[in-house]
């Protein structure tokens, strides 16, 4: 789940300059206390300014923060580095990456102690991680519309899927690669489920892309390139009003003194994403890895993440901002694909994918 806003982002680059005091290597004992954990992370992970400081407070460790890349980028990495742990603690393998995680042994068993009845929707299923992964937070992955685009065209919003492959909708439609961004393979995975198996230029899901295409969608590499350049909603610059986002992205586009987003989400289209977190195996800090994550499911950062990465928190005890209850929505259907389907077709569904959205 990618932040949707680059000053924020840059914040956060900020403060994980400021918390990277020391290195994570320590001569410590596995299970001993040491001076510094190492936190991996996707490129879009982001807290306000001071919250990770709370941490060491509470506990004398300094957390330091290292981006891989996008959500696929970090699971490689940890797969490629399994033997020589790159960090102590992940966040953000989500429900697309997950099994591959869990099934090349990077993660040591453990789920916060925290965790309460209420959060279970988000466990993955029994023998899929559910002892190595706790969730952090979720949103639904969906199309966005420019209402206002819309509304001075004269022409009708779609719906649904299938209505994104009409000739009305023709070059309106931005979105990021599967291959490459973890929305993109979380809107391909919707294609999946919603149109099944079939053969590019036929039935199914490659067939839907394969019309996609030819009704001129524009793919880009990641999702800051398809919202921000190619998207015509207002902190946007492109021309083109449906975009692969979220559907907590509407709420962030309000202007001061609006009562109405001037997009929204189309929820017949969505695929929901939980995005994770994990103790790494091999870490020489255990306890204090476990304790870390115990923080990140805790209410002090629950209650930050909304508005630092745009997405819903999953602890019930968290509280939402003001304007959440309006203007950001959830599907009450979502696209869903198992996280043990995922794990054994994504490789041949991006290659696939590729060969489709590249001709």
Same mark, same amino acid.
């Given at each position: 789940?990618?932040?949707?806003?680059?000053?924020?982002?840059?914040?956060?680059?900020?403060?994980?300059?400021?918390?990277?005091?020391?290195?994570?290597?320590?001569?410590?004992?596995?299970?001993?206390?040491?001076?510094?954990?190492?936190?991996?992370?996707?490129?879009?992970?982001?807290? &306000?300014?001071?919250? %990770? +400081?709370?941490?060491?407070?509470?506990?004398?460790?300094?957390? =330091?923060?290292? #981006?891989? $890349? @996008?959500?696929?980028e970090l699971v490689n990495k940890l797969v490629l580095t399994k033997n020589s742990p790159l960090g102590d603690v992940v966040f953000g393998i989500d429900n697309t990456f997950a099994s591959r995680a869990v099934n090349e042994g990077v993660l040591a068993d453990y789920a916060s102690k925290d965790l309460t009845d209420a959060e279970a929707q988000y466990l993955l299923p029994a023998g899929s991680g559910l002892e190595q992964l706790t969730p952090i937070d979720n949103g639904d992955v969906c199309v966005n519309v420019d209402h206002e685009w819309?509304?001075?065209?004269?022409?009708?919003?779609?719906?649904?899927?299938?209505?994104?492959?009409?000739?009305?909708?023709?070059?309106?439609?931005?979105?990021?690669?599967?291959?490459? &961004?973890?929305?993109? %393979? +979380?809107?391909?995975?919707?294609?999946?489920?919603?149109?099944? =198996?079939?053969? #590019?230029? $036929? @039935?199914?899901?490659?067939?839907?892309?394969?019309?996609?295409?030819?009704?001129g969608v524009k793919i880009d590499a990641g999702w800051s390139d398809a919202y921000y350049v190619d998207f015509s909603g207002p902190s946007s610059e492109g021309d083109r009003p449906l975009v692969v986002s979220?559907?907590?992205?509407?709420p962030f586009e309000v202007q001061e003194g609006d009562t109405e987003a001037p997009t929204g989400a189309l929820l017949d289209t969505c695929f929901r994403q939980t995005e994770y977190a994990g103790v790494i195996a091999g870490t020489e800090n255990t306890a204090g890895a476990e304790k870390l994550v115990d923080f990140l499911f805790s209410t002090t950062v629950q209650n930050d993440i909304p508005e630092s990465m745009y997405v819903f928190p999953v602890n019930a005890a968290a509280t939402l901002p003001e304007g959440w209850s309006e203007y950001a929505a959830i599907a009450e259907n979502p696209f869903v694909v198992s996280p043990d389907d995922i794990d054994a077709g994504r490789e041949a569904w991006l290659t696939e994918w590729a060969a489709i959205a590249t001709p």
């Open positions: 789940m990618h932040t949707r806003n680059k000053k924020l982002a840059a914040a956060g680059v900020l403060l994980a300059v400021g918390l990277a005091v020391s290195s994570c290597a320590s001569d410590a004992a596995p299970g001993a206390a040491s001076e510094t954990l190492v936190l991996v992370t996707h490129d879009s992970f982001t807290l &306000s300014e001071g919250t %990770l +400081a709370q941490f060491t407070e509470e506990t004398g460790i300094e957390v =330091e923060v290292q #981006a891989l $890349g @996008d959500a696929g819309f509304a001075e065209a004269g022409i009708d919003e779609p719906v649904t899927l299938d209505d994104l492959v009409k000739p009305e909708y023709a070059d309106l439609f931005v979105v990021p690669a599967a291959n490459s &961004s973890s929305p993109g %393979l +979380a809107f391909l995975l919707a294609t999946i489920a919603a149109f099944g =198996e079939g053969e #590019a230029g $036929g @039935d199914g899901w490659q067939g839907y892309w394969s019309k996609l295409v030819d009704n979220y559907a907590s992205s509407p």
